[in-house]
């Protein structure tokens, strides 16, 4: 296992990397002190393939391996992460789970226009009383023959509002429990079918946050993805991906952040030096690459297993794990080397260190990981 990135892999890193710094460095501060959704960009990253990446080309998506995707998002998420949990989500939870498990009719019609960018999707799992607990749906798709009637909220929905496509995770036989959960496409504009209030968050400001609000929407049965029964498996699946993006996501924003203190630590002078010439600061740095190197090969390594077609769901997780952690560890530290500077907003550390914060959060938290680790090593 050799991480020597193919000169393909180069150029699409490169690509990314001035993307973030030409398209979405102007102006973060201001769409992160606003709320204001990238919507711009977001269109411009689905003109550069982005947000289809390993989607077939058969399918208006680009192609590629986990790997560059995973360089993408670490790219786009050292300057903004609301951008590239877009990216994420329209990657790693919709257009995945539909090219994986949807039938032909469903990729044609929804997979199409959200791999070419010309749409994005949302995931619709956590619900106000669930979190992300598949097993706990409180939202129901009742089977009326030739249609579902949907009733339900789901809360937390990354491009809430934005989104054309909803894939929505739903319990249709109670009695059955996880056995009895279906998946569902739903469009926006469906009859009974509402947006809330846009959510007023501590970090990735800029992505468009909702709950989603279901009042008998029929949707109908060619919506329903898989066989009665396969939402369980089909939030499962799709979920072990999500975490490959969001481990990205947290070594990207923790990146940017000790490339920041770097830089301002070798102009920053203190007793006549730059304060990188002091032992506090320098060990500091140290501590950081040194964290930041061991995550990114546990990222690389679970995008790679996956590109393999091996097991990569206890890798993704320790990748998930590790990689928040860092981001937080990362992104205080950052702010501390910058002293004052770090607390203003126009030396982007402590919007990084906001945004890591999420990192521990969606896609399964952090004790939802060792979870999963847990089970994975005592088996």
């Given amino acids: 296992m050799l991480f020597q990135l193919s000169e393909e892999q180069l150029m699409i890193q490169q690509a990314a990397r001035d993307f973030a710094q030409n398209e979405l460095k102007p102006g973060v501060i201001e769409r992160d002190e606003h709320q204001k959704f990238p919507a711009e960009q977001v269109k411009k990253l689905g003109e550069l393939g982005f947000l289809g990446m390993m989607v077939s080309e058969k399918y208006n998506g680009s192609g590629l391996d986990a790997l560059s995707y995973v360089l993408v998002m670490e790219e786009l998420s050292k300057v903004d992460a609301s951008a590239s949990v877009v990216v994420s989500v329209n990657n790693s939870l919709v257009c995945y789970g539909l090219e ?17 960018g010309q749409q994005i999707g949302a995931f619709c799992l956590s619900e106000p009383e669930a979190g992300s607990d598949a097993t706990s749906q409180q939202t129901t798709a009742e089977d009326k023959g030739d249609y579902y009637l949907l009733n339900g909220t789901k809360n937390w929905i990354t491009n809430g509002s934005t989104a054309s496509t909803y894939l929505v995770i739903a319990q249709t036989h109670k009695e059955l429990k996880h056995k009895g959960i279906n998946a569902f496409i739903v469009e926006k504009g469906m009859e009974g079918f509402t947006v809330g209030p846009k959510e007023n968050k501590l970090g990735i400001r800029g992505s468009d946050t909702h709950s989603l609000m ?56 203190a007793f006549g030096k730059p304060i990188s010439d002091h032992q506090a600061i320098a060990f500091k740095l140290a501590d950081m690459a040194t964290q930041i190197e061991a995550a990114r090969l546990l990222v690389y390594k679970a995008a790679w297993l996956k590109d393999q077609g091996q097991s990569y769901t206890l890798a993704g997780s320790m990748a998930k794990l590790y990689a928040s952690k860092v981001a937080m560890d990362v992104t205080v530290e950052a702010v501390q080397i910058h002293g004052g500077y770090g607390f203003v907003k126009e030396y982007h550390v402590e919007r990084l260190m906001r945004d890591a914060k999420i990192t521990q959060i969606y896609e399964g938290t952090s004790e939802i990981q060792k979870l999963v680790i847990s089970r994975d090593i005592l088996k």
């Fill in 100 to 116: 994986s498990y949807g039938s032909e009719f469903q990729k044609e019609k929804y997979l199409k226009p959200l791999a070419s």
């Fill in 214 to 269: 279901f009042n008998d929407v029929k949707v109908p049965k060619e919506n329903r993805i898989g066989e009665d029964g396969f939402g369980f498996k089909f939030a499962m699946k799709t979920l072990e991906g999500g975490r490959i993006g969001i481990a990205a996501q947290a070594l990207g924003i923790a990146t940017g952040a000790y490339e920041l203190a770097l830089e301002y630590s070798k102009q920053r002078k």
